[in-house]
């Protein structure tokens, strides 16, 4: 369900500073909600959340209630306080037993029982009272259950994606011993969801096509807005020219590259099937060919990869980057996907060829074969990582084509041009480029 919380080291932190005079032209405050800081961004959804919150803080003073996970978090704090009118940051401390238990004590969703908060249902209702709040925008469901009801302003609601729907695919691919609590959480976070799309302006999902499952979903569609609102991705930082390979991937075998969080389920399940399944045919092939799986928190699934059919385990890196330099082919093989998937993202923007499944493409509008490649089941996978660590031509190829198309269909300014608009401003009214 939800992550398990850092320990409680810090108190809800605070901070409030008049901007007067800085405010845009077309509107007043912002109040910005999000389950997660948003620095730094080095994971999907505080990629999505930072730019996000970068764009609005271009458009009027913007005041900022969010959780902290860890030290990590807590170290980038001024980060967020430098572009925060307003700042409330919330230790998250509530482990996953501790919100079941009192969700089910309650009959609410755990996922709102783990990111719930007096401190920042306080902070919400001091800041309306208080400041020229004019619009809200809300990252992920989770924060939905601060909107106030009275609130007579635009509310955006970024759902990302559909969590309900992902909370069933967990039911339907789980042990039996958890489908009884995901299929709870999926008919709650459901009946929530619907909710929140008749109380927001408009509701706003990664993809076309997870928009139109968030649409097709609502018993009643009648007064809601669902529309997409696509990830971007910063391709200047991604640039491979003047990026060197990994010193440890300078082997003489072909080098495959997962990068992701090695504690949410659907990477740990791709992992598993990569290297237990795929991993086996390529070395029949490619007898040194190694699988580098990279990324932060392996939990214990992962870690006992490490060694098994060329696999190597990172844990934490300092920059993704020269991991996904040194890669002769980067692989998505997510069995469960929702919205659009960064991690290909940026490893196309690195001119990295990238073979995925169907479910990690999905709202991703390349061309198959040229821009990426698509497989799904061991088998077909099997044949075209083969396939592309063979022909290096075509891999090649296929990596520039993906630069290409990243470049010129990607950027984040493109994928949040119509925010201002769903704020109540224009981009007349920005304060400074975004």
Same mark, same amino acid.
């Given at each position: 369900?939800?992550?398990?919380? @850092?320990?409680?080291?810090?108190?809800?932190?605070?901070?409030?500073?008049?901007?007067? +005079? !800085?405010?845009?032209?077309?509107? +007043?405050? $912002?109040?910005?909600?999000?389950?997660?800081? #948003?620095? #730094?961004?080095? &994971?999907?959804?505080?990629?999505?959340?930072?730019?996000?919150?970068?764009? $609005?803080?271009?458009?009027? #003073?913007?005041?900022?209630?969010?959780?902290?996970?860890?030290?990590?978090?807590?170290?980038?704090?001024?980060?967020?306080?430098? $572009?925060?009118?307003?700042?409330?940051?919330?230790?998250?401390?509530?482990?996953?037993?501790?919100?079941?238990?009192?969700?089910?004590?309650?009959?609410?969703?755990?996922?709102?029982? @783990?990111?719930?908060?007096?401190?920042?249902?306080?902070?919400? /209702?001091?800041?309306?009272?208080?400041?020229?709040?004019?619009?809200?925008? !809300?990252?992920?469901?989770?924060?939905?259950?601060?909107?106030?009801?009275? %609130?007579?302003?635009?509310? !955006?609601?970024?759902?990302?994606?559909?969590?309900?729907?992902?909370?069933?695919?967990?039911? &339907?691919?789980?042990?039996?011993?958890?489908?009884?609590?995901? &299929?709870?959480?999926?008919?709650?976070?459901?009946?929530?969801?619907?909710?929140?799309?008749?109380?927001?302006?408009?509701?706003?999902?990664?993809?076309?096509?997870?928009?139109?499952?968030?649409?097709?979903?609502?018993?009643? /569609?009648?007064?809601?807005?669902?529309?997409?609102?696509?990830?971007? $991705?910063?391709?200047?930082?991604?640039? #491979?020219?003047?990026?060197?390979?990994?010193?440890?991937?300078?082997?003489?075998?072909?080098?495959?590259?997962?990068?992701?969080?090695?504690?949410?389920?659907?990477?740990?399940?791709?992992?598993?099937?990569?290297?237990?399944?795929?991993?086996?045919?390529? /070395?029949?092939?490619?007898?040194?060919?190694?699988?580098?799986? =990279?990324?932060?928190?392996? =939990?214990?699934?992962?870690?006992?990869?490490?060694?098994?059919?060329?696999?190597?385990?990172? +844990?934490?890196?300092?920059?993704?980057?020269?991991?996904?330099?040194?890669?002769?082919? !980067?692989?998505?093989?997510?069995?469960?996907?929702?919205?659009?998937?960064?991690?290909?993202?940026?490893?196309?923007?690195?001119?990295?060829?990238?073979?995925?499944? &169907?479910?990690?493409?999905? +709202?991703?509008?390349?061309?198959?074969?040229?821009?990426?490649?698509?497989?799904?089941?061991?088998?077909?996978?099997?044949?075209?990582?083969?396939?592309?660590?063979?022909?290096?031509?075509?891999?090649?190829?296929?990596?520039?084509?993906?630069? /290409? %198309? =990243?470049?010129?269909?990607?950027?984040?300014?493109?994928?949040?041009?119509?925010?201002?608009?769903?704020?109540?401003?224009?981009?007349?009214?920005?304060?400074?480029?975004?």
């Amino acid at each position: 369900m939800a992550e398990t919380a @850092a320990a409680d080291r810090k108190p809800a932190r605070s901070a409030d500073r008049d901007r007067a +005079g !800085v405010t845009g032209a077309a509107m +007043g405050e $912002i109040l910005f909600l999000a389950h997660r800081m #948003p620095f #730094p961004p080095d &994971r999907g959804d505080k990629i999505r959340s930072c730019h996000m919150l970068r764009r $609005i803080s271009a458009l009027a #003073p913007v005041h900022v209630a969010c959780f902290a996970d860890d030290e990590a978090d807590w170290s980038h704090e001024p980060e967020l306080a430098a $572009i925060s009118a307003g700042l409330c940051l919330v230790a998250r401390t509530k482990s996953v037993p501790v919100a079941a238990a009192q969700a089910l004590a309650t009959g609410k969703p755990v996922s709102l029982t @783990a990111f719930s908060s007096p401190a920042i249902r306080r902070f919400v /209702r001091e800041t309306l009272a208080t400041r020229p709040i004019s619009a809200i925008f !809300v990252f992920s469901g989770q924060m939905a259950q601060y909107i106030p009801e009275d %609130f007579t302003g635009p509310v !955006v609601m970024d759902f990302v994606d559909v969590d309900s729907a992902k909370f069933e695919a967990y039911a &339907r691919a789980g042990n039996p011993a958890v489908r009884v609590m995901y &299929r709870r959480e999926a008919n709650l976070l459901r009946r929530f969801e619907e909710k929140i799309a008749h109380r927001a302006t408009a509701s706003v999902l990664v993809t076309d096509e997870e928009a139109t499952l968030f649409r097709d979903r609502l018993q009643h /569609r009648r007064g809601t807005r669902v529309m997409a609102l696509p990830n971007g $991705i910063d391709w200047r930082f991604y640039d #491979p020219s003047g990026i060197a390979p990994a010193p440890e991937m300078l082997r003489a075998g072909p080098q495959i590259v997962f990068t992701g969080q090695m504690d949410y389920p659907p990477n740990i399940a791709a992992v598993q099937f990569f290297a237990r399944q795929v991993m086996p045919r390529v /070395r029949e092939r490619f007898a040194q060919a190694e699988f580098n799986v =990279v990324g932060r928190a392996p =939990v214990a699934e992962v870690q006992a990869l490490q060694g098994r059919n060329g696999c190597r385990v990172t +844990g934490t890196v300092p920059d993704v980057r020269p991991w996904l330099a040194g890669a002769d082919l !980067v692989v998505a093989p997510l069995l469960i996907a929702r919205g659009v998937q960064n991690k290909v993202l940026e490893a196309m923007a690195m001119a990295r060829p990238v073979l995925a499944t &169907r479910a990690a493409a999905t +709202g991703i509008p390349a061309r198959v074969g040229q821009d990426l490649a698509v497989a799904d089941g061991p088998e077909d996978f099997a044949t075209h990582t083969l396939a592309l660590l063979a022909d290096t031509a075509l891999a090649r190829s296929m990596g520039a084509a993906g630069r /290409r %198309f =990243v470049v010129d269909r990607c950027g984040w300014d493109r994928a949040l041009d119509p925010l201002p608009a769903l704020l109540g401003a224009d981009r007349r009214g920005d304060r400074h480029a975004a």
